[in-house]
């Protein structure tokens, strides 16, 4: 089994930033691709960005793209997403996602791992 915890989520004003980080444990991945969604409140989980296994291949939300990064360093079994000028419509929970697939995936349903969510919280 692998297990995913997320860190790096909190209260920040609107036109900061944050650095979420996932680390992933127990069984390994393989050379899967991950990814980061999210969920606000009312509304259901959506995509936000994935990476392939050896980073060649980034997808973004239009609604983030330009304004965050997805990364990842596979021999610290690690991922991460930079958030930068954040605005209140990114508060959300923000859940890392993994898989033992190589190809990219940006549909939850693609993904066979989850992490337990880190809160975001972006004030006007």
């Known amino acids: 089994q692998v297990q995913l915890v997320e860190s790096g989520g909190g209260l920040v004003q609107a036109g900061g930033s944050l650095r979420l980080s996932c680390v992933s444990s127990?069984?390994?991945?393989?050379?899967?691709?991950m990814g980061w969604f999210r969920q606000a409140p009312g509304k259901e989980r959506e995509f936000v960005a994935a990476?392939?296994?050896?980073?060649?291949?980034?997808r973004y939300a239009d609604s983030v793209k330009g304004r965050f990064t997805i990364s990842r360093d596979n021999a610290k079994n690690m991922l991460y997403l930079q958030m930068d000028s954040l605005s209140p419509e990114d508060t959300a929970v923000y859940y890392c996602?993994?898989?033992?697939?190589?190809?990219?995936?940006?549909?939850?349903?693609?993904?066979?791992?989850w992490g337990q969510g880190t809160q975001v919280t972006v004030s006007s």
């Open positions: 990476v392939t296994w050896g980073s060649s291949i980034t």
């Open positions: 127990g069984r390994t991945l393989g050379r899967g691709s």
């Open positions: 996602a993994a898989r033992n697939v190589l190809t990219m995936a940006t549909r939850s349903n693609e993904y066979s791992y």
